[in-house]
């Protein structure tokens, strides 16, 4: 088992154990400097605050604001504390939300799209070769006799990605993969060598293939909270 798998599922673990604790009165919140304090609230808050710092090194800006928002909505009661206000809700957390959604949405339609820049080698989301995989297990068979660009997208499930009509294949082609709290594999023949230009968020990738020799596949893209392997077969 990885290393980070033992860490979320210990996260994941002790979260819901001293949430439970705290419930029932076993754990009560501490007195702090800030105010009240509790175990699952100063875990909430470490890790809204890493995901709003990786969010705004990747200038994601809708993601780190909607972040910030969650963050705020945790640890508001402290910060109302701390400025001496007579009451811990300083704003609604429905109008705050409200407002987030709205920021989120005009900056949505003001801001270029990542995928349309050519970063991913030119490819476009919308030109039909797009493949989604969401809460489930799936197989995609690639053909190369067609291929040039393809994009993989794997959402809490299981992906794996298989290439057909091989001797049709000289190289050159990219495959983008984005995967978010799943595992991917993609799976290359073994006379093909790979250059892995994936990014790795708090998860692990693996890159099982050779890098020389025979056709290039280039596989580029991003790994969040999860597992993407490249094998060849």
């Not at 709205?102 to 030109?127: D, T, V």
Request: charge should be positive; include cysteine; glycine fraction near 10%.
């Amino acid at each position: 088992m990885k290393v980070w798998k033992i860490a979320i599922a210990l996260f994941c673990i002790l979260f819901a154990v001293f949430g439970l604790l705290e419930t029932f009165g076993v754990t009560p919140p501490m007195e702090s400097m800030v105010g009240e304090l509790s175990f699952v609230r100063i875990v909430c808050a470490v890790f809204l605050a890493a995901l709003a710092i990786k969010y705004l090194c990747q200038l994601k800006l809708c993601k780190l604001i909607f972040t910030l928002s969650l963050l705020f909505m945790t640890v508001e009661s402290n910060i109302a504390y701390l400025c001496g206000a007579k009451s811990n809700n300083l704003i609604n957390n429905g109008t705050l939300f409200l407002y987030t959604i709205l920021i989120c949405f005009g900056l949505s339609l003001i801001l270029p799209k990542r995928r349309k820049k050519g970063k991913w080698g030119g490819y476009q989301k919308e030109n039909g070769i797009h493949h989604d995989n969401s809460l489930g297990s799936r197989t995609i068979y690639i053909d190369c006799t067609t291929f040039t660009d393809r994009f993989v997208e794997n959402n809490l499930g299981s992906t794996v990605i298989m290439f057909e009509n091989t001797d049709a294949y000289s190289g050159g082609g990219c495959l983008h993969v984005e995967n978010n709290l799943g595992s991917t594999v993609v799976r290359v023949p073994d006379s093909w060598s790979v250059d892995c230009r994936l990014t790795n968020h708090l998860g692990g990738v693996q890159n099982r293939a050779k890098t020389e020799g025979g056709p290039v596949l280039t596989v580029q893209g991003e790994n969040n909270l999860g597992s993407t392997v490249i094998q060849q077969v």
